[in-house]
């Protein structure tokens, strides 16, 4: 299964916004075929495709929401799934902090699905395997990496007459080589919608290169004998009164630089990190 059209989503979800005799209803479908290859010590491990499709409803009567998922979408399976979604919605209690359901609103589609990278194939995996080990194993080294692309979709509809559908399409590459003795490592890792971009022939002599030049890396001068790395920023952080030293040095240096900071959060920011996040310029 795992992909739809958008005309066979649509068909689907329109069912399931005629069935339901709730207030509102809200139905979601997405699905994604993803597959993948690992190798490790020069040798494919393993590989594997995984396929799959979701259908999600969400009810409400009143401020009373009831939600239940299914993946089987003939007549049958769509009216159990949402008999029981409203059957939940009448037994919930009121949600105080209940949204209804989006208006209709015309979606103007983005440029995430690459038709190429949605017809890798196993072969394909294989091949990329293939030629980030051969060269490791003639120049002495050893690779361990991983490959993994897949395409998806998702579509909405609700009894506001809003609908929307979108797919969507990636790959992502890591590798990481190792000289024999364990001494030099180097990685390399390439994200893209468009597989047409990759060559894994050529990336993974950026690993290469950087296992070979750090198997004899060497230890800063001074930094060894001073008891640490000296990252040059003690002494620049403006006095901060009540607070330690070390505290102020770790957490406000940035106040005392001279040069623009440009802040990347990654995730949840609260508490202290939030506040680093906030003395960056950017």
Known sequence: MGMFTEQEAKTILDKVVALSSADECTATLQGAVDGNIRFALNNVSTS??????ELAVQVAFGKRVGTATINEFDDAALARVVGRAEELA?????NPEFVPAIGKQAYKPSPTFNATTAAITPAYRAQVAADSIAPCKADGLVAAGFLADGQGFFAMANSNGNFAYQKSSAMDYTCTVRTEDGRGSGWVARNLSDVGKFDAGSDI????????????AKALEGHVSSGGYDDGLRGTAPPMPAVADAFAADFAFQLGMRTPIIAAVNGAAAGVGLVIACFADV
């Open 48 to 53: 594997g495709l995984v396929s799959n499709t």
């Open 90 to 94: 009448k037994l919930a209690p009121e």
């Open 205 to 216: 002599r950026t690993a290469m290169r950087k296992a070979r030049d750090s198997a004899d």
